[in-house]
Nanobody, 126 residues
Framework: VQLQASGGGLVQAGDSLQLSCTAP????????LAWFRQAPGKEREFVVA????????HYADSVKGRFTISRDIAKNTEYLQMNSLKPEDTAVYYC????????????????????WGQGTLVTVSS
């Protein structure tokens, strides 16, 4: 599964940004889809994931209430809407997918995901 993430950019604190993740030639509908991010000098960390069964988003505490995962099935595109951005949200954001259903306890684990996009840089200035 080839994933393509896009939509990153330079914004100011408090602004919003929407990232997109597509998979040309492969439906994302049946996958478990997650977003991770990696700030300079830090480990890649979990942001949010949704499973194919109910599309309920599972969020990291640091983004809960500010970020929202969604999708457009017709466009085979998943989105990460990021509101009230903070400088600490600055990172390269990656979308990742695992074929099929992932158990809840494994959603936040990087090793769960077999397919990764190339990443898109989000920079939030103060």
């Amino acid at each position: 599964v080839q994933l393509q993430a896009s939509g990153g950019g330079l914004v100011q604190a408090g602004d919003s940004l929407q990232l997109s993740c597509t998979a040309p030639g492969r439906t994302l509908r049946s996958t478990t889809l997650a977003w991770f991010r990696q700030a300079p000098g830090k480990e890649r960390e979990f942001v949010v994931a949704r499973r194919p069964s109910n599309f309920l988003g599972h969020y990291a505490d640091s983004v809960k209430g500010r970020f929202t995962i969604s999708r457009d099935i017709a466009k085979n595109t998943e989105y990460l809407q990021m509101n009230s951005l903070k400088p600490e949200d600055t990172a390269v954001y990656y979308c990742a997918a695992s074929l099929g259903h992932v158990i809840l306890s494994q959603l936040r684990n990087r090793g769960t995901y077999d397919f990764w996009g190339q990443g898109t840089l989000v920079t939030v200035s103060s």
